[in-house]
């Protein structure tokens, strides 16, 4: 009888296409096989259906100074937009959508987000907009994401749009080894960025989360240009490798040890700090192999350093590592850097110093808002006052640990 019920309320539902479905499974159906260059023509149509026009696709530029319009047919494709004073960069840094009224409609700028990540910016014009508009729209642009995320792969199309400078070949091999700069979940975000971006040899950072623990890793492999590349390519490659056999850090720090000692000989060295974060306890655990000591920010100000016991660089042969740890309040952020940040300075000069970088992260951490932010405008004014100059790679990676739970994802209303 039971079963008699269930079917006969099935048999009830309206299960009919809407225009809403219609237009966003346009979409889903054609996107595995659509070529990247229809992308654009595609999209244009989508947004026509809504009575939109005037598409734009920016993405963001590898120096995170602008959002560039990606070329195509059907796409807008103006001047690129600044991050940091313009309505497409406020949609792009803060996750939301932007409107400013024209004389022709209301522009809207909506982030395309996949995971959490700020892929870029859909832009277009309407002649007005409701809060239907607004719904389909956000919809439509969590599509568009998934599209620009999975085809990247497989084309060059974006890469080239993103670049504003030459790019050295180990940038190159830097960039390919990435995860996202960003990644947010309700417990716990994450943003990191390199400096500088167009010719970084030897800084990288990976990260992974899997179920309550997020993993971090940051490198910074000795010398420059396509050695350093090699090298921290490796490292990268072995961390990922010892994390997903679930082991735990001092044996991670033992197995890159071994595996940089065997490659490329005693005289050559890897920097690494290697983390785990539960983030449903918000308890940090960290091995630092030859890093600066990461900093602790509570209530938008640093608190102190998080030292401990340092074990030698990857390649050197060091001990077993003490595991160092910290339980973080909600709210809290830790920020990780290489030695590049702090030791600039001109000839006979002294180096920049930990006591700028703290002036500058207490300064910054009350005028932006969310991780991505943050580090970025970080970055930038700290290249600004070490003159412009990045002699040596230059990397920040932050994390914040929010804590609750997100099980109500999971949940349909």
């Known amino acids: 009888m039971a079963g008699g019920e269930r079917r006969s309320d099935k048999s009830m539902l309206d299960r009919s296409e809407g225009f809403g479905e219609r237009l966003l499974g346009v979409l889903l159906d054609r996107a595995h096989e659509m070529p990247p ?12 259906r809504v009575g939109g026009r005037d598409v734009s696709i920016l993405l963001q530029d590898y120096g995170q100074l602008v959002l560039v319009p990606l070329p195509g047919r059907r796409l807008v494709a103006g001047e690129p937009e600044p991050i940091s004073d313009s309505p497409a960069g406020t949609a792009f840094l803060h996750a939301t959508t932007v409107e400013v009224p024209r004389a022709d409609g209301v522009r809207m700028y909506l982030p395309l987000l996949d995971g959490s990540d700020q892929v870029g910016v859909m832009g277009l014009t309407l002649d007005t907009v409701d809060d239907d508009d607004r719904r389909l729209l956000r919809r439509l642009a969590g599509l568009v994401a998934d599209m620009l995320v999975t085809k990247h792969s497989y084309t060059d199309q974006f890469f080239r749009a993103r670049r504003r400078e030459p790019m050295s ?28 971006a167009y010719d970084v040899a030897g800084d990288s950072f990976d990260y992974a989360l899997n179920e309550n623990i997020l993993h971090v890793a940051m490198v910074d492999a000795m010398g420059h240009g396509l050695d350093a590349a090699t090298m921290a390519t490796v490292a990268i490659g072995t961390y990922r490798h010892a994390r997903r056999a679930d082991i735990g850090l001092s044996e991670i720090y033992a197995f890159m040890d071994r595996s940089i000692a065997e490659q490329f000989g005693p005289d050559h060295f890897v920097t690494a700090q290697m983390m785990r974060l539960n983030i449903a306890t918000g308890h940090l655990q960290w091995v630092n192999a030859g890093h600066p000591a990461p900093l602790l920010i509570r209530d938008h100000q640093v608190v102190r350093q998080l030292g401990g016991p340092t074990t030698l660089p990857v390649g050197f042969g060091g001990e077993e590592p003490r595991i160092s740890g910290q339980m973080l309040q909600s709210g809290d952020r830790v920020l990780c850097f290489t030695d590049g940040l702090i030791e600039e300075h001109e000839a006979g000069e002294e180096q920049f110093g930990e006591e700028q970088l703290i002036h500058w992260v207490n300064r910054i951490e009350h005028t932006e808002k969310g991780v991505r932010a ?14 412009g100059r990045t002699t040596d790679d230059a990397t920040l990676f932050l994390i914040e640990w929010r804590g609750g739970a997100a099980e109500h994802l999971a949940l349909l209303e």
């Open 169 to 196: 070949v180990a940038a190159e091999i830097q960039w390919s080894l990435l995860p996202p700069l960003a990644m947010s979940v309700p417990q716990v975000a994450v943003a990191g960025i390199l400096e500088p």
């Open 37 to 48: 260059q229809l992308i654009g023509p595609l999209i244009a149509e989508e947004v026509a």
């Open 374 to 387: 943050v580090v970025r405008s970080l970055s930038h004014a700290l290249k600004q006052q070490r003159g």
